[in-house]
């Protein structure tokens, strides 16, 4: 039987009374099924590219193309009966006891066989780092720093490990302007890459795929990374007007030599998992046919030895550097902060979002 008009009241009015904030993606498909049931397909005229939130509504309504009236409403009523009977809409997998309720947008974090797992969850963005995406690792990282788990991994979920910073955060202008955005954009950063200097258990990246900027040079700050041999690595600041982050400028020429560095963060060179390998930045590649099964065999293994005992040598290691990042931290967004205000990384965002918008 098709919804009724009293269903879909009912359903709007259950929209109000969600306990958790269903995310982005979910609140613009209920904003497509409520124009779509109730004023029929999309024919108002396009937002303009810079105009975000408007325009992304307007992509959600108008992919529903001539979906009936009724087909729309009933769309609505389903997607709210489903988010009102689920208690995690965002997150796929059931919490175990001794974790705590995650209930996060843009993450998926299980944790089993002592080993808690941060996967990003943005496929369809090849999980560019929006915001709100770099509050929730700082979350999921002190979370998992607490937890009895001995190993904490990042990976990607989809095909790319991670695009880097979401180039759309910049268009996120405050009242004071540009001058503000960079301001609280070098706060964020440098609260950021703190806790990947500052994280006291053996940290590993899963490399599912490909990944760029600040998801490369943050895995200087890892303890293993462990790469499919379709990743690849690539840091092209220098076209975007912008500097090295993630304590890179320190740690890539540590592990590759100085020449090498430049060429990666001065010149943008990407490399094959290959060749991060030859160079240290990654720890060993694999088949990307076997890497799922090997990779998670092999640190299934490691979370077995005893955790406070990783935790005791991971710390003896990093102590001898940790202050050094720190300064280093501070100085890359210093530089940042300034970068993120000239020309050259206004005109590159501007050339992304064009390109994007298909101008
Ligand atoms: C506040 C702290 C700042 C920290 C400083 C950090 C710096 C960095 O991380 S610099 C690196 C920034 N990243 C990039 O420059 C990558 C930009 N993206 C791309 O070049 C490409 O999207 C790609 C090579 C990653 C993938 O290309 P392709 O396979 O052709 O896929 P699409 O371009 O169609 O991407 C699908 C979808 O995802 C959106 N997207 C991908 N990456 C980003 C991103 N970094 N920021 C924002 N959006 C991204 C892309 O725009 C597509 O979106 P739709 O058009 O809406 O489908």
Known sequence: MRASQKDFEDAMNQVKLLKKDPGN???????????????????????GVFDLVNKAKWDAWST????????ARQNYVDLVSSLSSSPE????????????????????????????????????????????????????????SEDKSALTVLTGIGDYYCSGNDLTNFTDIPPGGVEEKAKSSHILLRNFVQCF?????????????????????????????????????????????????????????????????????????KLTAGEACAQGLVTEVFPDSTFQREVWTRLKAY????????RVSKNIIRSREREKLRAVNAEECITLEERWQS????????NFLSRKAKL
Request: charged share 20%; aromatic share 8%.
């Open 303 to 310: 979370a077995k030895l005893p955790a406070n005992t990783l």
């Open 343 to 350: 020309e050259d990384c206004m005109n590159a965002i501007m």
């Open 25 to 47: 993606e979910v609140k613009l498909k209920l904003y497509a099924l409520y124009k779509q049931a109730t004023e029929g397909p999309c024919n108002v005229p396009k937002p």
């Open 89 to 144: 809409p965002s997150s796929q997998v059931e919490p175990r006891a001794d974790e705590k309720p995650a209930g996060y947008e843009t993450l998926v974090v299980t944790s089993e066989d002592g080993i808690t797992k941060i996967m990003f969850n943005r496929p369809t963005k090849k999980n560019a780092i929006s915001t709100r995406m770099y509050e929730e690792i700082m979350l999921a990282l002190k979370a998992a």
């Open 64 to 71: 529903l193309g001539n979906l009936p009236k009724d087909s």
């Open 197 to 269: 200097i500052d994280f006291p258990k053996p940290l590993i990246a899963v490399v599912n795929g490909p990944a760029v900027g600040i998801s490369v040079t943050l895995l200087g700050l890892f303890d293993a990374v462990y790469a499919s041999d379709r990743a690849t690595f690539h840091t092209p600041f220098s076209a975007l007007g912008q500097s090295p982050e993630g304590c890179s400028s320190y740690t890539f020429p540590k592990i590759m030599g100085s020449a090498k560095a430049t060429e990666m963060l001065v010149f943008g060179k």
